[in-house]
């Protein structure tokens, strides 16, 4: 498809497991960014991703969270160890270039709830 | 650090009259403001965005919005509301010098028919 992808689309898992969430960005497009959002609330700003690096992860909650982008176009966010308070939905949005000019295209989400 | 304010968690107003939509923020250098929309069991819509140049910017859907520097806004607005448009707003804040976009909380317009 033309737009970003995020499966799966629902997630539930018991507390203490881990989880992997993956987003498939638009063809060609250089940044990747990882938001998380609760209910009531604007998108969390996690991490972002110019290329294959992470060029700013200073949104991770905490060291339980950790993301890749191995070869600059699919990207999975892993959470270790999750916790009831990790429930969210989780976004991923790419643009075209890093300038900080373009605008975001963002998937549809998944929703995460840890029992 | 960036911050994004939408003083109004939900905004009325009937069809066909004009609705804005109002969102404050705070940044160290030249920002760069977003207005996003999102519907319900859908991903965020980009609508339009502020960069530099022409302090009025049009975008999807028959909506602008206007910056202003000295009060540091930057409100959403359409002439003539639809059913329609009723989604949840986000507008967001980039430092020009910065990776970062914050969102703000997100208003919900409801337009009446």
């Known amino acids: 498809g033309a737009g970003v992808s995020q499966t799966p689309s629902n997630k539930v898992t018991e507390k203490g497991k881990y989880v992997e969430l993956r987003c498939d960005p638009i063809?060609?497009?250089?940044?990747l960014y990882w938001y998380r959002q609760s209910l009531g609330q604007g998108p969390e700003f996690l991490i972002y991703?110019?290329?294959?690096?992470?060029?700013?992860d200073s949104g991770l909650p905490n060291d339980r969270f950790f993301a890749v982008r191995p070869e600059g176009s699919v990207s999975t966010l892993k959470i270790q160890r999750t916790e009831r308070g990790d429930s969210a939905v989780y976004l991923c949005?790419?643009?075209?270039?890093?300038?900080?000019?373009?605008?975001?295209?963002f998937g549809p989400g998944t929703r995460l709830t840890v029992l | 650090a960036q911050s994004v304010a939408q003083p109004e968690d939900q905004v009325n107003v009937a069809e066909g009259n004009p609705l804005t939509v109002k969102c404050t923020y705070s940044?160290?250098?030249?920002?760069?403001l977003f207005w996003y929309v999102q519907y319900p069991n859908r991903g965020l819509q980009f609508l339009l965005k502020?960069?530099?140049?022409?302090?009025l910017v049009k975008g999807s859907y028959g909506f602008e919005a206007e910056f202003n520097k000295s009060q540091t806004s930057f409100h959403l607005k359409k002439p003539s509301a639809l059913v329609s448009d009723s989604a949840l707003y986000f507008c967001?804040?980039?430092?020009?010098?910065?990776?970062?976009?914050?969102f703000g909380p997100g208003t919900r317009l409801s337009v009446l028919p």
């Open positions: 991703f110019q290329g294959t690096g992470a060029a700013d």
């Open positions: 063809s060609g497009h250089t940044a």
């Open positions: 502020y960069i530099t140049g022409d302090n």
């Open positions: 949005a790419s643009s075209l270039l890093t300038s900080g000019r373009n605008e975001q295209f």
């Open positions: 940044v160290s250098g030249n920002p760069y």
């Open positions: 967001a804040v980039r430092a020009n010098y910065g990776q970062n976009f914050v």
